[in-house]
C-alpha cells in the first residue's frame, strides 16, 4: 500500500469536511474568499492563466501538484480546486513536499 503524504492527507480532510471547491466553474463562482488554488501540473496553458487569475482575485498562493491534482482530491480530470478554510489551507501549504510546488505571487 502507496503511503500518502502528509499534504494529501489535509486535501481529504477539505474534501470530507466540503471545505474544497473542484474545477474551474465552481471556483470562478466563489462568493467568500479562497485561501489556497491548486492546480495540476499536466493543467493546460490555459487552465493554469485561470487558476492565477482565481489566486491574484483571493490573494491567496497557487499551489502546483506534480503527482497529479486528480489522484490527491480521487476526482478524475481534476485540475483545479480552491480551499476555502483558512487553518486547513495553511496546514497544506506547511506540510507541502516536493510534490507540490507553492508560488505567493503567481507563475512567471
Do not use: W
Amino acid at each position: 500500500m502507496e503511503k500518502r503524504a502528509k499534504a494529501e492527507s489535509y486535501i481529504g480532510f477539505c474534501l470530507r469536511a466540503r471545505k474544497m471547491v473542484l474545477g474551474t466553474g465552481a471556483t470562478d463562482c466563489l462568493k467568500k474568499g479562497a485561501y489556497l488554488i491548486m492546480v495540476c501540473s499536466t493543467a493546460s496553458s490555459n487552465c493554469l492563466k485561470l487558476a492565477q487569475k482565481y489566486a491574484r482575485r483571493h490573494s491567496c498562493p497557487l499551489m502546483v501538484c506534480k503527482s497529479g491534482l486528480e489522484n490527491a482530491v480521487h476526482k478524475a480530470g481534476c485540475k483545479v480546486a480552491a480551499v476555502t478554510d483558512r487553518g486547513l489551507a495553511e496546514a497544506i501549504i506547511s506540510a507541502a513536499d516536493e510534490n507540490f510546488e507553492i508560488y505567493a505571487g503567481g507563475i512567471n
